[in-house]
């Protein structure tokens, strides 16, 4: 009888054996590790790949170069106050890359190329290297003979040239 | 051990994404220098135009621009340590009214402009680092004349690198010095030259001569001392006669690409270095006659020689005759016209050349004013004119002329 109650105790006692506590233990830490490490792989994963993007752009657009090397004004007439005035804008490639004209700014104001042959008549404009490219915008606005212009122009990674003129 | 490993694991990974954003950190460095090092090339670059900028080749003309090119030589000067490309030549002709509102666009070509009116020679376009004087030759359509004014032709080089030289044409130079006449056996430098709007002043033996009713033919002022060239004159003061009647004769040249016509209202204006002698105007008078005139080209460079006609009928006090003239058109006859520029802007200037003549009190007076004896002047040369024809402006130059003495 006593050793019937001892073996049920004993039995009540024992929870998991010694290979199964080492079992339980060893799949819990390597499925934190697991996690752990996933972490860090996507963290510094997707930082360096943010780094590479960030140097890749900032790559690109530091190789990007351009001028306006030239700016006409073209009347229809005599060029008097008031007249309609088109400028005829020249932007030249220098740099080691294609570029990406995006927005052709007079005084402030957004102007789209008109069309014409042999031109760049549309905005976004390509341009490759070593390229020059002719914008014909027309200034519809008031001006006064001898008054500046002034005028910027802008690539799609951000870059810009600045050119001021007087008018005619 | 697992342990171990999974600091190990980490760190690899660690290390993985410090070695890929270093090799990009590299490329973006190498990148920016390589840019850099472009830019500084840019900024190296400087090409001047050298004097006369823009000439024609008198027999240049050559088949191509669509039916015959005339030809043209730009000169210019690379002052920097880098070799330039030119890759392209505007030349904005800016003068107002449209037939002479174009703009020419001049791309390289080895052979005159096949398919376009306008074009350079691709050879030149290559500047060796410190190259003197280099020539451009470029071609233009023969129907098509640059325009030769004062208001001027804006062109631009671009290199390849991207600069911009722009430069105005035509271009007198500030200064130009060449051997001048020889007078007393000695060569006389011809000094240096002004140039104000279209008008060229030049300080040689013969920018101002004088009459007088006992100096009937114009001769040159004395001078404070021995050497009779402008510089000296300049120093020690020219020396005119006082106390008497005096004509002015002085040399003016245009350079732009219209003829000017001289207002009434211009005058030598003699200012006194002493406070007791108030300023005394010598207003335009009329001009001399043809005799006259044609004795200044006597000798072949224009300039006095002593070998004057002795037929001169040259104005004096006592034959003055008053200017006058209007914004349209002059009332006497002749007015002052002097004559435009050539149309390619070439020497010789002395194709438009004048001898303009101040001597008159007042406007359109017939009396020679004088100068006063034992005094130094600062004469300044106001000139008011009108330019091509045009009735609807009025232009005026004001510029020191000379250090004068009685």
Redesign the interface.
């Known amino acids: 009888m006593l050793s019937r109650l001892m073996k049920r105790r004993a039995r009540r006692n024992l929870a998991v054996s010694t290979v199964i506590a080492n079992l339980l233990m ?1 799949t819990l ?2 499925s934190l ?1 697991a996690i ?2 996933a972490w ?2 996507t963290s ?2 997707s ?2 790949s943010g ?2 993007l960030f ?2 752009q ?2 690109q657009a ?2 990007e ?3 306006i ?2 700016v ?1 004004f ?2 229809t ?3 008097s106050t008031g007249s309609p005035l088109t400028l ?1 804008i ?1 932007v ?1 490639n ?1 740099g ?1 890359e294609s570029i990406s004209l995006v927005a052709i700014y007079v005084n402030d104001t957004a102007l789209q190329p008109g069309s014409g042959t042999g031109l760049c008549t549309a905005l976004p404009s390509t341009i490759g290297v ?1 390229q ?1 490219c002719e914008f014909n915008v027309t200034w519809t606005s008031s001006w006064s003979s001898g008054s500046l212009f002034n005028l910027i122009v802008t690539s799609s990674r951000g870059n810009r040239a600045t050119f001021t003129m007087q008018g ?1 | 051990m ?1 342990g171990g ?2 600091i190990l ?2 760190f690899l ?2 290390l ?2 410090m070695v ?2 270093s090799q ?2 590299d ?2 460095q190498t ?2 220098n390589a ?1 850099s090092q ?1 830019d500084v090339e ?1 900024f190296s670059e400087n090409l001047a135009v050298t004097y006369p900028g823009i000439s024609m080749q008198p027999n240049g003309a050559v088949s191509g621009c669509g039916g015959t090119c005339n030809t043209y030589n730009l000169t210019i000067s690379n002052l920097s340590g880098v070799g330039t490309q030119v ?2 030549i ?1 030349i ?1 002709s ?1 003068a ?3 037939p002479f ?1 174009v ?1 020419y666009i001049l791309d390289p070509s080895p052979t005159p402009c096949v398919g376009v009116t306008s074009c350079f020679e691709s050879y030149d376009s290559f500047v060796d680092p410190g190259a003197a004087n280099h020539q451009i030759i470029f071609w233009l359509s023969s129907s098509e004349a640059l325009s030769f004014s004062p208001l001027g032709n804006s062109i ?1 080089i ?1 290199t ?3 600069r ?1 030289f722009s430069f105005e044409w035509p271009f007198p130079p500030a200064t130009e010095e060449s051997e001048g006449p020889v007078v007393g056996g000695a060569i006389v430098p011809t000094g240096n030259t002004v140039d104000m709007g279209p008008f060229r002043i030049s300080y040689d033996y013969n920018l101002i001569t004088y009459t007088t009713n006992a100096q009937t033919l114009p001769g040159p002022a004395g001078c404070a001392d021995s050497d009779p060239s402008p510089t000296s004159c300049m120093s020690g003061g020219w020396v005119f006669p006082s106390g008497t009647g005096i004509v002015f004769y002085v040399r003016i040249f245009n350079l732009g690409s219209a003829n000017i016509i001289l207002l009434d209202k211009s005058a030598l204006v003699a200012h006194s270095y002493s406070s007791l002698v108030t300023d005394i105007p010598f207003y335009i008078s009329g001009p001399m006659s043809q005799s006259c005139w044609n004795g200044y080209f006597d000798d072949p460079n224009g300039y006095y020689d002593g070998s004057w006609p002795g037929t001169g009928n040259c104005p004096t006090p006592g034959s003055l005759a008053g200017y006058n003239a209007t914004h349209v058109a002059c009332k006497g006859s002749p007015c002052y016209v002097i004559p435009q520029g050539s149309a390619l802007g070439s020497p010789p200037w002395a194709t438009n050349e004048e001898y303009v003549l101040f001597s008159a009190n007042g406007i359109e007076g017939t009396t020679a004013n004088q100068l006063v004896a034992g005094s130094r002047y600062e004469v300044t040369l106001n000139l008011f004119y009108i330019y091509q024809g045009s009735s609807s402006f009025e232009y005026s130059i004001a510029l020191p002329l000379l250090d004068i003495s009685t």
Request: glycine content about 6%; hydrophobic content about 50%; overall charge positive.
């Open positions: 060893i830490t390597i590790a752990l490490v860090a792989g510094f994963g930082f360096s780094a590479q140097f890749a900032r790559g530091l190789q170069r351009f001028v090397e030239s006409f073209k009347c007439s005599v060029c005829m020249f030249r220098v080691v070593g020059v005619p | 697992i490993i999974i694991t980490l990974t660690a993985t994404t890929v954003i990009q950190y490329a973006y990148t920016l840019m472009m840019r890759a392209r505007y904005n800016t107002p009214t449209v509102y703009l631009s671009v390849e690198r991207g911009v």
